[in-house]
């Protein structure tokens, strides 16, 4: 690995455990280094999707799930993927039922797929509920609460107290990273809650996740294994993970 490259990932790392850099601190992490080639290197970064460039400095994309030009760059990536995911997933899904569906961009996609059928369905995603209009049989609930312009879902004290007065049936998740030590990740304190909340409310609680999350250690915890009963992948995740699904029992689709 040369020394640009050492550098690039040096600054993806720094940005992914501050969350957000300023340049100032970019550079006074990186004295050696040109304030010309720091950004370049920002730039090319932000190209590559590795970090999200913003006025001043950068943050990373494990935190901030997208503004509008992110979340339209993201919903672009690994369509494939996503779309086996949410096909695995609706399989699982069962009639007059109680559902939480989680925000994020594999959630849209489930949304997008959803059959025409009886169920109640609270949603944090405003993209999910976006999908969800056209249909005419589920009902569909928005919990209250702070809109989080990022991930374009609602969070908060509110959302939460709503959540915690439902009994779910099922919940399908999204999340940022997993990682061994660490279990499944956010990078955003309130939508760990939010998680963590709507984990505690449901009978079954299953995680949709693509390959790529594997090794990713965010700022805030949401569950380990032993709190989920099925994991939905696009069928690539690496054996040392499976071997850890086997023995807290998660199945994996």
Avoid: W
Wanted: proline share 2%; with cysteine.
């Amino acid at each position: 690995m040369d020394s640009m490259e050492t550098r690039r990932n040096a600054i993806v790392e720094l940005i992914n455990e501050r969350g957000t850099v300023s340049f100032a601190q970019l550079k006074e992490s990186f004295p050696q280094v040109s304030e010309m080639t720091l950004r370049t290197d920002l730039k090319l970064l932000d190209e590559a999707k590795r970090i999200l460039r913003i006025h001043g400095g950068a943050r990373s994309v494990q935190v901030i799930i997208g503004t509008d030009d992110f979340l339209n760059r993201k919903s672009v990536r690994n369509i494939p993927q996503k779309q086996k995911i949410a096909r695995k997933a609706l399989t699982l899904l069962r009639e007059d039922t109680t559902v939480f569906l989680d925000s994020g961009s594999t959630a849209t996609m489930f949304a997008r797929q959803f059959p025409d059928q009886s169920n109640l369905i609270y949603t944090t995603g405003l993209s999910c509920a976006t999908e969800l209009a056209d249909l005419s049989r589920p009902a569909v609930m928005l919990p209250g609460g702070r809109l989080n312009r990022y991930s374009q879902s609602v969070f908060g004290f509110s959302a939460i107290k709503e959540l915690e007065r439902v009994n779910f049936h099922q919940a399908f998740l999204g999340i940022t990273g997993f990682h061994h030590q660490t279990g499944f990740t956010c990078g955003i304190s309130d939508e760990a809650v939010l998680k963590q909340t709507s984990i505690r409310q449901s009978e079954q609680v299953v995680v949709m996740m693509d390959s790529s999350k594997i090794g990713v250690k965010c700022s805030f915890n949401i569950c380990g294994l032993r709190d989920v009963d099925i994991v939905v992948s696009d069928g690539e995740l690496p054996e040392d993970f499976l071997e850890e699904c086997k023995k807290y029992g998660v199945t994996v689709l």
